[in-house]
């Protein structure tokens, strides 16, 4: 099973993930949590992606292509890899179709969180209010950035899909469960 959540900073994806994890055993793969980690390790990713993540950007596509093409070859003997925050470019798109195509897999689920914009706004000055976790790119005008580039560079990625694929657009605003129970019923279904 090949899954993607789709949807802007706070929609839940993460939150999500974790309950799919949990359930159905599939390993969720972040570029966010990779790219993270990659800074906290100081490998010579991290050091590329480091600026260009503190300040709200999207790293090339080239080398977020690179680092998913090596998770999907480790995540082969899977049950299924849920893809939670890439794609984020009609780029990013068309060459996880590729790498797809190439390991013998395919798309089987795209699921799109829907929020709106002063929920997520809320939600993430919460959590980074909570969290034991900084994150650099969780303040006021980065977060705002964030917004920005997902309205311009991965909202027309919804519409690559939904003319190419069927789209299931889930209510983000639901309840955790309410939500988890949705995607369930989906991936059952599938
Ligand atoms: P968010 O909570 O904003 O959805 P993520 O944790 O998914 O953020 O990603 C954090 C940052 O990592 C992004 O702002 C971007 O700089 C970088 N990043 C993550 N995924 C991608 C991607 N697929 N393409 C380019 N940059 C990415």
């Given at each position: 099973?090949?899954l993607?959540?789709?949807?802007?900073?706070?929609?839940g994806?993460?939150t999500?993930?974790?309950f799919i994890?949990?359930k159905?055993g599939?390993?969720?793969?972040?570029?966010?949590d990779?790219l993270?980690q990659a800074?906290?390790?100081?490998?010579?990713?991290g050091?590329?992606v480091?600026?260009?993540?503190a300040?709200?950007?999207?790293?090339?596509?080239?080398?977020?292509?690179k680092?998913?093409?090596e998770?999907?070859?480790?995540?082969?003997?899977?049950?299924?890899?849920?893809?939670?925050?890439?794609?984020?470019?009609?780029?990013?798109?068309?060459?996880?179709?590729?790498?797809?195509?190439?390991?013998?897999?395919?798309?089987?689920?795209?699921?799109?969180l829907s929020?709106?914009e002063?929920?997520?706004?809320?939600?993430?000055?919460?959590?980074?209010?909570?969290s034991?976790?900084?994150?650099?790119?969780?303040s006021?005008?980065?977060?705002?950035?964030?917004l920005?580039i997902y309205?311009?560079?991965?909202k027309?990625?919804?519409?690559?899909?939904?003319s190419?694929?069927?789209?299931h657009k889930?209510?983000?605003?639901?309840?955790?469960?309410?939500v988890?129970?949705?995607?369930e019923?989906?991936i059952?279904?599938?």
């Amino acid at each position: 099973m090949n899954l993607i959540l789709l949807g802007p900073p706070g929609s839940g994806k993460g939150t999500q993930s974790e309950f799919i994890v949990k359930k159905y055993g599939y390993c969720q793969l972040s570029t966010g949590d990779i790219l993270r980690q990659a800074v906290a390790n100081n490998t010579s990713t991290g050091i590329i992606v480091k600026d260009i993540l503190a300040i709200g950007k999207l790293v090339g596509d080239e080398l977020i292509i690179k680092i998913m093409e090596e998770k999907l070859s480790e995540t082969q003997s899977m049950p299924g890899r849920i893809f939670d925050g890439f794609p984020r470019t009609i780029l990013q798109a068309k060459s996880l179709e590729d790498l797809l195509h190439r390991n013998q897999m395919k798309l089987d689920l795209i699921i799109e969180l829907s929020v709106d914009e002063n929920i997520l706004i809320d939600r993430i000055t919460k959590r980074a209010s909570e969290s034991s976790v900084i994150r650099e790119d969780d303040s006021i005008q980065v977060l705002k950035k964030r917004l920005d580039i997902y309205n311009v560079e991965t909202k027309p990625i919804i519409d690559y899909y939904s003319s190419h694929y069927q789209l299931h657009k889930i209510d983000g605003m639901m309840t955790v469960d309410a939500v988890s129970k949705k995607i369930e019923v989906l991936i059952d279904s599938n």
